[in-house]
């Protein structure tokens, strides 16, 4: 990896990422489900699920919009066997890459790794310092080198909750951030606030999770007017009578950034509106624009 590279991006000139052409192929695919979800931790380096020690934003909606988020229905989520999960992929960085950039995001909030279609790997790590994207570099049609990115978090802005992941009881008002006067989808609310998310097919992996937790994902971007980025990842593991998901989301601009980390049971034939969450952990913060 070239150091000076590195220290372009990092000296002082972290920058929102441009965007860049997604090679297609297999990294729009998942991978597949295992035997097991992920394990708590990458050896050596990423703590898997660390939490903000106790932080926790008001109930009341966020973001200075009274307007009522859009909810997304769920979509597809295609999976790839052939495809490494994230432990693997993140593995296939080099060294350094992995240490600079755990160094620049802090301690790890939301992390995963995948690879492109030709088996370069790519990385989004959120951190209590920075949002933290790791990008290969082409030179004559290959992958030569590693580049990284960061948006940093603005201090004291970050804040974290985890959201009650029961299923939905028939004819009953939701839980947590969402059940107030502006929940979404509730009669008399005020006007829908529709986000632009880049890629749109994001809008299938937001409907998979519980109302209120679309809501609180989506709310700090609705004074914003602005196109929203949004990346994602997870694994699918399929038994016999249920199903297992383990996704994480990251949704940003140059101002904000939310993410989630969730992991999931459903029943074999079963809506996903009557899923069983098992972790539903949040996090919001505010970004310092260039």
């Given at each position: 990896?070239?150091?000076?590279?590195?220290?372009?991006?990092?000296?002082?000139?972290?920058?929102?990422?441009?965007?860049?052409?997604?090679?297609?192929?297999?990294?729009?695919?998942?991978?597949?489900?295992?035997?097991?979800?992920?394990?708590?931790?990458?050896?050596?380096?990423?703590?898997?699920?660390?939490?903000?020690?106790?932080?926790?934003?008001?109930?009341?909606?966020?973001?200075?919009?009274?307007?009522?988020?859009?909810?997304?229905?769920?979509?597809?989520?295609?999976?790839?066997?052939?495809?490494?999960?994230?432990?693997r992929?993140?593995?296939?960085?080099?060294?350094?890459?992995?240490?600079?950039?755990?160094?620049?995001?802090?301690?790890?909030?939301?992390?995963?790794?995948?690879?492109?279609?030709?088996?370069?790997?790519?990385?989004?790590?959120?951190?209590?310092?920075?949002?933290?994207?790791?990008?290969?570099?082409?030179?004559?049609?290959?992958?030569?080198?590693?580049?990284?990115?960061?948006?940093r978090?603005?201090?004291?802005?970050?804040?974290?909750?985890?959201f009650?992941?029961?299923?939905?009881?028939?004819?009953?008002a939701?839980?947590?951030?969402?059940?107030?006067?502006?929940?979404?989808?509730?009669?008399?609310?005020?006007?829908?606030?529709?986000?632009?998310?880049?890629?749109?097919?994001?809008?299938?992996?937001?409907?998979?999770?519980?109302?209120?937790?679309?809501?609180?994902?989506?709310?700090?971007?609705?004074?914003?007017?602005?196109?929203?980025?949004?990346?994602?990842?997870?694994?699918?593991?399929?038994q016999?009578?249920?199903?297992?998901?383990?996704?994480?989301?990251?949704?940003?601009?140059?101002?904000?950034?939310?993410?989630?980390?969730?992991?999931?049971?459903?029943?074999?034939?079963?809506?996903?509106?009557?899923?069983?969450?098992?972790?539903?952990?949040?996090?919001q913060?505010?970004?310092?624009?260039?």
């Amino acid at each position: 990896m070239d150091e000076k590279a590195w220290e372009r991006e990092f000296a002082g000139r972290d920058r929102t990422p441009e965007h860049r052409d997604r090679t297609p192929g297999r990294q729009d695919r998942l991978p597949a489900g295992r035997d097991r979800m992920p394990g708590d931790r990458v050896p050596g380096d990423l703590p898997h699920g660390d939490r903000m020690p106790g932080d926790r934003l008001p109930a009341g909606p966020a973001g200075g919009s009274a307007g009522v988020t859009q909810i997304h229905e769920p979509g597809a989520l295609p999976v790839d066997p052939e495809s490494p999960d994230r432990l693997r992929a993140w593995e296939l960085l080099p060294d350094e890459v992995r240490a600079r950039t755990l160094e620049k995001a802090g301690r790890s909030l939301v992390w995963w790794a995948r690879v492109y279609s030709d088996g370069a790997p790519f990385a989004v790590v959120l951190g209590d310092r920075g949002l933290c994207r790791v990008q290969p570099v082409y030179r004559d049609g290959a992958a030569a080198e590693h580049r990284g990115e960061r948006v940093r978090v603005e201090p004291g802005s970050l804040a974290s909750r985890s959201f009650d992941g029961r299923p939905a009881q028939a004819g009953g008002a939701g839980a947590g951030a969402g059940a107030g006067a502006g929940a979404p989808g509730r009669p008399g609310a005020a006007r829908v606030e529709r986000l632009v998310l880049d890629p749109p097919e994001a809008q299938g992996v937001l409907g998979h999770f519980p109302l209120d937790v679309q809501d609180f994902l989506q709310r700090p971007f609705l004074a914003d007017r602005r196109t929203v980025t949004a990346e994602w990842y997870y694994e699918e593991t399929v038994q016999p009578r249920h199903s297992d998901l383990f996704v994480l989301l990251c949704l940003s601009t140059d101002r904000h950034v939310t993410a989630i980390e969730a992991r999931r049971s459903l029943d074999r034939g079963a809506t996903p509106d009557r899923a069983r969450w098992h972790v539903l952990t949040c996090h919001q913060a505010r970004l310092i624009p260039r």
